[in-house]
């Protein structure tokens, strides 16, 4: 089977790395000429492309690893395999999956993903195929969609370390992503920048302080398109947590340690069961 990444970025680069020894011919597309001839070097990759048109038609299964604004680029200036897969690592998926389906061939089955899974660097040099391993995966299911073809995304997937796969609405989809992982990149970013550099903070810090502000060091031009392409459901799930936050405030100013309490059990016993 012949399997081409398209961008050897982080996560890319974990790809090509995670299929490594499970018997796929892979390839890569990649703008750097060093990133593929690294790559191939290593072992992870056949051989590498700056262009990748030969190889895109001949390849079962492309994994596209690009921005979101550069997904649709793609597909349209590329011609796929009949009955190959197509799939992306986008972290948003309805604003553009019916644009998306639009443009693709039809006899290629087009499924989105979501790799659960990153590093707040970005660039091949911090590509692992240790990203994925216990990581939550997300299969992006549309009507049009081939059910085994599904089923085989999914079990494709599990090979490469993935430890929960689910599979979902691109809409269901971009609503609980924008709670559990947009938001806490702008909690991560406004609690750093809420810092009025009065000490020298990192002389002060703790393993919960680094824990909060990790994403903090952020991808600016990838994370703004992921936020304002889902701004209604990232809008909606701030308030939930401005509203949350509000009534911790009014419990420190009410004096009121029966609240504070309250709410420290509730969290607590919510934190315990996400690892059920």
């Not at 948003?92 to 553009?96: D, E, R, T």
């Not at 969609?145 to 995304?153: E, F, G, L, S, V």
């Not at 703790?206 to 994403?215: A, N, Y």
């Given at each position: 089977m012949i399997i081409t990444v398209v961008g050897l970025g982080v996560i890319g680069g974990s790809y090509v790395q995670a299929m490594h020894g499970l018997g796929y011919d892979v390839y890569g597309v990649d703008c750097n000429e060093e990133?593929?001839?690294l790559a191939k070097k290593q072992g992870y990759i056949k051989e590498g492309y700056v262009d990748g048109h030969d190889i895109i038609a001949k390849s079962d299964m492309t994994i596209i690893c690009l921005y979101p604004s550069l997904v649709l680029d793609f597909i349209k200036n590329h011609t796929f395999k009949k009955g190959s897969i197509v799939t992306d690592v986008v972290g948003?998926?309805?604003?553009?999956l019916q644009e998306a389906l639009s443009i693709i061939d039809k006899d290629?089955?087009?499924?989105?993903?979501h790799p659960m899974a990153g590093r707040e660097k970005k660039g091949y040099a911090y590509a692992s195929k240790e990203v994925f391993y216990h990581a939550n995966y997300i299969v992006i299911e549309h009507p049009q969609?081939?059910?085994?073809?599904?089923?085989?995304?999914c079990d494709f997937v599990s090979k490469l370390g993935f430890k929960s796969v689910k599979i979902m609405s691109p809409y269901a989809h971009d609503e609980i992503i924008s709670f559990t992982s947009q938001l806490p990149h702008t909690i991560a970013v406004a609690l750093m920048n809420s810092d009025d550099e009065k000490y020298e903070t990192g002389k002060y810090i703790?393993?919960?302080?680094?824990?909060?502000?990790?994403?903090a060091n952020i991808n600016a031009d990838l994370w703004a398109e992921l936020?304002?392409?889902n701004r209604d459901y990232l809008l909606a799930s701030m308030q939930r947590f401005e509203k949350e936050f509000d009534q911790l405030k009014l419990a420190l100013i009410n004096q009121d340690e029966q609240a504070l309490k309250t709410m420290f059990e509730k969290s607590s016993q919510r934190r315990e069961k996400l690892e059920k």
């Open positions: 990133t593929l001839a948003i998926k309805s604003y553009f290629v089955e087009y499924i989105s993903g969609n081939d059910k085994t073809k599904i089923a085989y995304m703790g393993d919960s302080f680094r824990d909060l502000t990790r994403i936020f304002l392409n």
